[in-house]
């Protein structure tokens, strides 16, 4: 099954149309569905300033710059609830969820456009609801392996269209993460195989993408054996794993580097946040990942980090053509290459290789071993082809584990995913040194570390309880 449309993704936004106006054709429709992405496409969330956080929020960067604009109390993990940050990240990920409420209630009414395609539409709004509540839950709450009866986030899943409707409580966490799990079903369900263009299919949720998104939030919760049923559907039982249905091919691209550039839309792209048109779209430079990687640099790879790994000084692996030394010496990440306005990266938010090592972990989890392993060398050999890894490092479970992990902040290394791995095994946050000082250590049990409930929320919903 393919969308109705081949159009290319056009993400003006539509919000300030009225409601009688902007239902009123199919046009204008699959212009109200546009917008969702384009709320992800924001340069507070998944636009770029989200992806940064999730990295001062970790280990492997330092902070070249104290200046409040940058980011710094983030990676001094001491941000308060009045921070902009945290109330930015909250505004724009509800934003985009009352956005994916209005055009669920709008599609299950509308007579404009054919049943199907209202599905269609429908299931898009609920992968874009349950990214938007697994990005927010893991911000604002306690990890779900730490105490998943804890506070979670207001569950809005009907429209907000008028002022003084902001009163709701917080679910707690394990609902929360059974409402994003049942959207994502739901969306799997009747989402497209594929669009017309790699365009779209890189940048438009489908089937692979509300699965791929599932393995993700099942290793969140450690629930290793629907992580290896979800997988199942997306990779092949053996060597060259890969996923084809229709026109619609899902692997690792032969070329790392390729990965963040070029079309940004090859086979490894399950989902990324697409930049097609400079003049509109792109974050301005402190909130661009190139910007704060390489330009800078605001932040820089912690000489302690993943970066002193020797895959990074080894000509063999593709992926140290991707560190380079900036002029104070420090070591900097080159993924993302465009260093001057208009910032037109591709942000890759969902790999192929991801699913691949999402996979490995739970196999290794279920004790298979052998599929574990094989699925992390497809990783480590496509960067590498002739690396071995040492017996010792694969030979029991605890080891491949170990082993898988390093390779996971080898292979997403300042794609925003370290802070996600430390949080869902409950580990510790390192402290770590950068140009401004020494950000401290943060226990799991410290107030600090998952960010405080915004201000605004507060303020305006008289049933919201801060976080401890």
């Known amino acids: 099954m393919t969308a109705c449309n081949d159009d290319l ?20 429709i699959l212009a109200q569905t546009n917008n969702l992405y384009k709320q992800l496409q924001n340069q507070s969330f998944y636009g770029g300033r989200f992806i940064v956080f999730n990295e001062q929020r970790a280990d492997q960067f330092g902070q070249n710059d104290g200046n409040a604009a940058t980011g710094s ?41 054919s049943k199907e395609l209202a599905k269609n539409y429908i299931a898009e709004a609920k992968f874009v609801r349950a990214f938007c509540y697994f990005s927010l839950v893991q911000t604002y709450a306690k990890p779900y ?51 017309a263009t790699p365009l779209l299919n890189t940048s438009r949720a489908k089937k692979a993408t509300a699965i791929a998104l599932k393995t993700r939030v099942l290793l969140v919760q450690n629930n290793f054996d629907k992580v290896i049923s979800e997988a199942k559907k997306i990779v092949s039982a053996t060597p060259p794993f890969q996923y084809a249905e229709g026109n619609l091919t899902q692997k690792l691209e032969s070329n790392y580097v390729a990965i963040f550039g070029g079309s940004y839309t090859g086979t490894e792209a399950v989902f990324s946040i697409p930049f097609a048109n400079s003049t509109t779209e792109t974050p301005s430079a402190q909130y661009a990942l190139a910007y704060n990687y390489l330009t800078q640099p605001i932040i820089f790879l912690a000489a302690a980090g993943i970066v002193s790994d020797p895959v990074f000084s080894s000509a063999a692996d593709a992926r140290s053509g991707l560190i380079g030394t900036s002029a104070a010496n420090q070591k900097v990440l080159k993924k993302f290459s465009v260093t001057t306005a208009p910032f037109r990266d591709y942000v890759p938010v969902i790999r192929y290789a991801e699913i691949l090592l999402n996979y490995a972990e739970a196999t290794a989890n279920s004790n298979d071993l052998v599929l574990a392993t094989a699925l992390l060398k497809a990783v480590r050999n496509r960067s590498d082809p002739n690396y071995v890894f040492p017996v010792n490092d694969i030979a029991t479970k605890e080891a491949l584990l170990t082993t ?53 929320e507060i303020s305006t919903n008289k049933l919201m309880v801060p976080n401890p």
């Open 9 to 28: 993704l056009d993400t003006k936004p539509e919000t300030s149309i009225p409601e009688s106006i902007a239902f009123s054709t199919p046009d204008k």
């Open 73 to 113: 109390a983030v990676w001094n993990q001491n941000v308060a609830s009045t921070n902009d940050f945290v109330n930015n990240v909250w505004s724009v990920g509800y934003t985009a969820i009352n956005a994916s409420n209005i055009l669920i209630s709008k599609m299950n009414e509308t007579t404009v456009i």
């Open 145 to 195: 392996n730490q105490d998943k009866s804890s506070l979670g986030l207001p569950l809005r899943l009907t429209p907000i269209t008028t002022s003084g409707n902001n009163d709701l409580a917080r679910s707690s966490v394990e609902m929360v993460y059974n409402q994003i799990l049942k959207d994502l079903d739901e969306a799997e369900t009747d989402l497209p195989v594929s669009y």
């Open 404 to 456: 898988i992990q390093k390779e996971r902040d080898i292979e997403f290394l300042g794609e925003g995913f370290r802070l996600m791995d430390l949080q869902r095994k409950v580990q510790t946050l390192p402290a770590k040194k950068g140009s401004i000082g020494t950000a401290p250590l943060v226990l799991p049990t410290s107030s600090n570390y998952i960010w405080p409930i915004p201000s605004g």
